[in-house]
């Protein structure tokens, strides 16, 4: 090959540097640049940064960066627009002579969920390109500050540590409920309407008796099957006694019996089971491995309540070391899902001891605040860990963009689940195509799939995860092509471009009005023409004397 002919008009809004690709052809390019002879006018929004998350009532801010050619210091608003309702506006003044500018604009958005915002640009007089003018993103709002309710019969160290950590947080609010007539610390009361106890996100109920309990029940039943409220029960010797018989069919981790027993005879140390090891609660650190040495290095648990009969579908997080239930180990850290709440239940202790000993010792208390901290996050966000997952890499893709998808298929240990299968159609809404794919399992419970470029819309993605020939999951998510069109994202030429990509590879550039000479020059070009010939040297003694001189 003796040369490539390229024509364009020089505009690169996506890809590798054409230079750089010139450079490496090795052969020379000739070019032809079909670029506007003309100075376009435009302005537009080149990018914006911002947090994936927000928080409702809470302003976040938009690193917005713009770019105007062909004009001089026009002014002109910045128009953020969420749901048809305007939330923020920034006047700006634009340079232009292809400056770029950064603005910074604050948003706060309302309710929680994820929220899309409309970033907009007036339209100038005599402006080619508008599509620019305006950007699209998504971003997930969630709830500000959460509200935390601890009760308890009295004052003591395990209220006293844990108050102290959640209240150090700028994202919790947190009330106390003590039964101790004087008590140090602030004390609210409990609730007595179901309007007010569900008011809170999460409410920790720590050695709570059970007359207490069970007086409450109805309570407690509405606040998390329906409202969606946590509880987190620290189990202790006030926790035994007599419950009436609704108790069995309530949010109570446990069925109440008499039998139930309450041990404080040696210390141990808690055992993580496999989902213990990476669940949010119990996860300390990141490494599994090192997760539970850390837990081993914790001082001992000292106490625990032997509960005849938990909850059934209780998921499991840490278990007594040499102690049985029901021929398995004993569960001590165990969650439940009744409705549309959570009920995480400890039941060893102390936990602020912890805190306290390691302190003591000359460490940080760094383990404790991280099972409180856990402990509180878990409870209080809906999210939870899902073992089969899938997306696609954007919630919004310009005209253009590549789009993909990656899934994630674990097993119940949460472990990778091999030779599973994920296969997916992606429906354009309003059309009666679709698009079928398998993904490619990159490792095991690993997958993705490219789906290359997509007409603008918005799309569906409906998914399974087979493995066995059995369909594990449906899942289902979704995703936007925008109009607007990277290869239109800009009218504006690098300074001779097209000069640029033929003279890194040794080529010559031309225009419109000398494109005829093109094919003159390349007919110039030297050619070279190879021609071999052969002989038989066996049996020629002409050939072998004049070698041998």
């Known amino acids: 090959m003796a040369g490539i002919v390229v024509a364009s008009d020089g505009l690169s809004n996506y890809g590798s540097d054409p230079i750089a690709a010139a450079r490496q052809t090795g052969v020379p390019v000739y070019s032809v640049d079909l670029g506007p002879q003309r100075i376009s006018k435009d302005i537009r929004i080149v990018d914006i940064n911002h947090e994936p998350i927000a928080y409702a009532d809470k302003p976040f801010e938009l690193n917005i960066e713009l770019e105007g050619r062909g ?17 923020a506006r920034k006047n700006v003044e634009i340079l232009g002579q292809g400056e770029r500018q950064r603005f910074k604009i604050e948003v706060t958005p309302g309710e929680p969920g994820v929220k899309n915002f409309n970033i907009k640009l007036p339209v100038q007089p005599d402006e080619e390109l508008t599509d620019n003018n305006t950007r699209n993103l998504s971003v997930k709002v969630l709830k500000s500050k959460k509200r935390i309710l601890v009760v308890g019969n009295k004052l003591n160290w395990e209220i006293t540590f844990l108050n102290r950590v959640i209240s150090s947080s700028p994202d919790f609010d947190v009330d106390l409920a003590i039964n101790q007539a004087r008590s140090r610390l ?10 007010s106890l569900n008011q809170y996100d ?33 189990l202790g010797d006030n926790t035994r006694g007599r419950y009436p018989n609704q108790a069995n069919q309530s949010v109570l981790p446990f069925n109440p019996r008499f039998e139930d027993r309450y041990y404080n005879d040696f210390a ?36 625990h309540l032997l509960l005849t009969q938990i909850r059934p579908n209780a998921q499991v997080l840490a278990v007594h070391p040499e102690r049985e239930h029901v021929d398995e180990p004993l569960p001590l850290i165990y969650y439940n899902k009744f409705g549309r709440g959570k009920v995480l239940t400890f039941a060893a202790g102390p ?59 674990l097993d119940e240990n949460y472990s990778p ?28 419970g690993r997958f993705s799939a490219d789906l290359g470029l997509l007409p603008e819309g918005d799309y569906i993605i409906d998914g399974q995860v087979v493995w066995e020939d059995k369909i594990l999951k449906e899942v289902s998510g979704k995703f936007k092509v925008e109009g607007f069109s990277l290869e239109e994202e800009t009218l504006f030429l690098p300074p ?22 093109i094919s003159e020059d390349l007919n110039a070009m030297p050619r070279f023409r190879t021609e071999s010939y052969e002989t038989r040297i066996a049996g020629n003694i002409w050939v072998l004397v004049i070698i041998l001189a």
Not at 77 to 86: E, L, M
Not at 373 to 393: F, G, K, P, Q
Request: proline share 4%; hydrophobic share 35%; aromatic share 8%.
């Open 71 to 87: 004009f001089e210091k026009v002014s002109l608003p910045i128009t953020v627009n969420s749901d048809g309702r305007d939330l």
């Open 268 to 303: 141990f140390h808690l055992q993580l089971t496999e989902e213990g090891k990476i669940h949010p609660v119990t996860r300390l650190v990141e490494d599994s491995r090192e997760n539970t040495l850390l837990w081993q290095s914790l001082p001992p648990m000292e106490e």
């Open 202 to 234: 999460l409410v920790i109920l720590i050695n709570c008796e059970s007359p207490f309990l069970s007086s409450n029940l109805n309570l407690f039943n509405a606040y998390v099957t329906d409202n969606g409220g946590s509880l987190w029960f620290m």
């Open 496 to 517: 001779d471009m097209m000069q640029k990509i033929s003279q890194a590879s040794g080529g010559t550039r031309y225009t419109i009005d000398d494109f005829e000479s």
């Open 417 to 444: 689940l091999e030779n599973s299968i994920v296969n997916v159609v992606v429906k354009p809404l309003g059309r009666e195509d679709s698009l079928i794919v398998s993904m490619t399992q990159e490792s095991p």
């Open 186 to 195: 602030p004390d609210s009361g409990f609730p007595s309407s179901q309007d």
């Open 351 to 409: 936990i602020w001891k912890i805190g306290f000993l390691n302190a003591g010792y000359g460490e940080d208390d760094f383990a404790y605040r991280q099972i409180i901290t856990n402990s509180v996050n878990w409870l209080t966000t809906e999210e939870d860990i899902e073992r089969i997952r899938l997306a696609s890499d954007q919630s919004i893709y310009k005209s253009g963009e590549r789009v993909g998808l990656s899934a994630t298929v």
